[in-house]
């Protein structure tokens, strides 16, 4: 018989071989008698990626189709777990963080996809000073705008594999706000909920004041109000 997972932990990779060490270290360390798999989608790197996210028993599938949605589908789409969790590869998460998901799916049947808050482990004091200024409204205003729909993101996101099959799925062509698609679909068959007490760091590498950051300002508001993306190319994704 297939082994019962109860959780994956989905996590899109390109070139991540810097920081992948600290996310994997950070699975392997959780405190939980929870059965999961973590499952590195390699996305074309060409560097040491595949062999460090094996070297810390993470399985490792190859999709060379490349961007982000593509990788979180493919990744999902291989995932055993009754729960996917997914998150990024500069993610770090707390050593409770998987029994946290499965308390807040188990105690309420109604929920289909979870969400939680971020900080930067990495970052001056004053950048997550803003972070702590603007992370709460701006989710409470997506919230507000979408109905309920948005809030979760990829980087720190859980769903019903079940709820999942039940929609057309990631977007793959998606390169930016591939999670917001999901949580959408998602949102029309349940419940769709941010936990702010859900935290995990991330590398505040990608959250400098250029002209992507206002491109991804654009977007978010685009996705608030549209459902979709206003642009689906960042210039930092120039390479994927």
Same mark, same amino acid.
């Given at each position: 018989?297939? $082994?019962?997972?109860?959780i994956? @932990?989905v996590?899109?990779?390109?070139?991540? $071989?810097?920081?992948?060490?600290?996310?994997?270290?950070s699975? #392997?360390?959780?405190e939980? !008698?929870?059965n999961?798999?973590?499952?590195?989608?390699?996305?074309?790197s060409?560097?040491?990626t595949?062999?460090?996210a094996? $070297?810390?028993g993470?399985?490792?599938i190859?999709e060379?189709r490349? =961007?982000?949605?593509?990788?979180?589908?493919t990744g999902?789409?291989y995932a055993r =777990?009754?729960?996917i969790?997914?998150?990024?590869a500069d993610?770090?998460?707390?050593?409770?963080?998987?029994?946290?998901?499965k308390?807040?799916?188990? #105690?309420?049947?109604?929920?289909?996809?979870l969400?939680?808050?971020?900080?930067?482990?990495?970052?001056?004091?004053?950048? #997550?000073?803003?972070?702590?200024? +603007?992370?709460?409204?701006?989710?409470?205003?997506?919230? !507000?705008?979408?109905?309920?729909?948005?809030?979760?993101?990829?980087?720190?996101?859980?769903?019903?594999?079940?709820?999942?099959?039940?929609?057309?799925?990631?977007?793959?062509?998606?390169k930016? =706000?591939?999670?917001?698609?999901l949580?959408?679909?998602?949102?029309? !068959?349940?419940?769709?909920?941010?936990d702010?007490?859900?935290?995990?760091?991330?590398?505040?590498?990608?959250?400098?004041?250029d002209k992507?950051?206002?491109?991804? @300002?654009?977007?978010?508001?685009?996705l608030? +109000?549209?459902?979709k993306?206003?642009k #689906?190319?960042?210039?930092?994704?120039?390479?994927?």
């Amino acid at each position: 018989m297939p $082994e019962n997972i109860d959780i994956s @932990v989905v996590i899109p990779a390109y070139n991540e $071989e810097k920081i992948l060490p600290k996310n994997l270290e950070s699975l #392997n360390n959780q405190e939980t !008698l929870l059965n999961y798999e973590v499952i590195v989608v390699n996305n074309n790197s060409s560097d040491k990626t595949k062999k460090i996210a094996e $070297e810390y028993g993470a399985i490792v599938i190859y999709e060379e189709r490349q =961007g982000v949605g593509w990788a979180r589908s493919t990744g999902t789409a291989y995932a055993r =777990g009754i729960i996917i969790v997914h998150i990024d590869a500069d993610t770090v998460v707390p050593k409770n963080y998987l029994e946290k998901i499965k308390d807040h799916f188990k #105690n309420d049947e109604d929920l289909v996809c979870l969400g939680g808050q971020f900080y930067f482990y990495d970052a001056p004091k004053w950048k #997550n000073i803003l972070r702590t200024l +603007f992370y709460k409204p701006t989710c409470y205003f997506a919230k !507000l705008c979408s109905w309920g729909k948005l809030g979760p993101t990829g980087g720190n996101m859980a769903f019903r594999k079940s709820a999942y099959n039940k929609t057309s799925g990631f977007n793959a062509h998606l390169k930016f =706000g591939e999670d917001g698609d999901l949580t959408i679909k998602l949102g029309s !068959l349940g419940k769709v909920k941010v936990d702010m007490n859900l935290k995990c760091g991330i590398s505040s590498r990608r959250y400098n004041f250029d002209k992507d950051f206002f491109l991804y @300002v654009l977007n978010f508001f685009s996705l608030c +109000f549209r459902g979709k993306p206003y642009k #689906n190319k960042l210039s930092s994704h120039d390479k994927e």
